[in-house]
């Protein structure tokens, strides 16, 4: 079984940026396709971005285009995911997710227990 750790999280200000890491226990990410995720209270959880296991392909959401930047590591067996011009909304548990398609992402068999981003106005 493989076990997922997301780090980076915390509390900014609007417009400041933050660098989430996604970590795999036991192994590496290297062969897996990588997605975030993040669920807001009270709200469903909801797609970020994902790429493909050798970085070719990134798909982001609308929501989070021209601000957020995923990237892999694999000499570091981490997956990152860069946040820059933070806004409020943004606020949630951000979970990183491997091992599915880059186009079924939410069906990933690992799922990391998430990490806080908190954005203050």
């Known amino acids: 079984q493989v076990q997922l750790v997301e780090s980076g999280g915390g509390l900014v200000q609007a417009g400041d940026s933050l660098r989430l890491s996604c970590t795999a226990s036991?192994?590496?990410?290297?062969?897996?396709?990588v997605g975030w995720f993040r669920q807001a209270p009270g709200k469903e959880r909801e797609f970020v971005t994902a790429?493909?296991?050798?970085?070719?392909?990134?798909v982001y959401a609308d929501s989070v285009k021209g601000r957020f930047t995923i990237s892999k590591s694999n000499r570091k067996q981490t997956v990152y995911l860069q946040m820059n011009s933070l806004k409020p909304e943004d606020t949630a548990v951000y979970y990183c997710?491997?091992?599915?398609?880059?186009?079924?992402?939410?069906?990933?068999?690992?799922w990391g227990q998430g990490t806080q981003v908190t954005v203050s106005s």
């Open positions: 997710a491997a091992g599915a398609s880059i186009n079924s992402m939410a069906s990933a068999p690992y």
């Open positions: 790429i493909t296991y050798n970085g070719a392909t990134t």
């Open positions: 036991g192994g590496s990410l290297s062969a897996d396709n």
